[in-house]
């Protein structure tokens, strides 16, 4: 026999009684759930309109606007992203805004204009995959540089790529950066256009590794550059 039964009692309160099956059951499914491998757990606090803008245009769900606190994460496996999802967004009003499987990782944002009410819903999902933020996988840079005076052949072809942010012109900077896992070039993002007057190119945060390609006046990419690093350097503390 499997399920719950609820009994009245004299005083007017119920009891619920779980049967031994029901109980097993539930065991075996929280113990699934704790198999879930954290990778990247991203919370920015406040989306700069850039960004915000350029999430929007690969978004399936939600869309974000600037100012939104947003939480991104990645897990392992793929599928598992399912049920992460579904814990975090039964936990509080935090809308879905994308998800994607892929084949080895899964990857959702989550937005909302109250910072807490992101990171509720983050708390909730840490406890019951039963990791904690600073389990989650650390930030490797493949690779970073900053390209200085680019010439016409090198941007006519960047903005020919599949890149869904603004173009980058003859003669700009241009910040690049790699890293694993991919969803740490958001936070990198997000600090650098806070920081400094720069365009935002293209920011690739799913797959094996995440990409970021900035542009601007020099100084400005060099501060932006900076500031992206420094964010980086963060999460690996």
């Known amino acids: 026999m ?12 119920s009891c619920v009684i779980t049967t031994d099956s029901e109980i097993a059951r539930l065991g075996r499914q929280n113990s699934h759930v704790q198999q879930i491998e954290l990778r990247t757990y991203v919370f920015l606090d406040s989306l700069q ?5 350029y999430m929007g245009t690969v978004s399936q769900g939600f869309l974000p606007i600037p100012g939104d606190a947003c939480l991104w994460m990645e897990v392992s496996p793929g599928m598992a992203v399912h049920r992460v999802t579904d814990i975090a967004l039964k936990a509080s009003s935090v809308r879905l805004g994308q998800m994607v499987v892929e084949r080895a990782f899964g990857s959702l944002a989550l937005y909302h204009r109250d910072q807490s009410t992101v990171l509720h819903s983050g708390d909730v999902v840490l406890d019951a995959i039963g990791s904690t933020v600073s389990r989650r996988s650390s930030c490797e840079v493949s690779w970073t540089e900053v390209i200085r005076a680019i010439t016409p052949d090198h941007a006519v072809l960047i903005n020919r790529q599949n890149r869904r942010g603004s173009m980058i012109e003859a003669g700009m900077s241009m910040f690049i950066l790699e890293t694993e896992p991919a969803g740490y070039v958001l936070i990198a993002a997000n600090e ?4 400094s007057n720069i ?9 094996a590794f995440g990409r970021l390609t900035l542009a601007g006046k020099e100084g400005d990419v060099e501060e932006a550059a900076a500031a992206a690093m420094r964010a980086i350097d963060q999460i690996n503390r």
């Not at 499997?2 to 309160?13: H, K």
């Not at 365009?199 to 797959?207: P, R, Y």
């Open 2 to 13: 499997t399920g719950t039964e609820v009994l009245p009692q004299t005083s007017g309160a």
């Open 49 to 53: 309109p850039q960004l915000a803008a």
């Open 192 to 195: 650098a256009e806070k920081a």
């Open 199 to 207: 365009t935002i190119v293209d920011v690739k945060g799913v797959g």
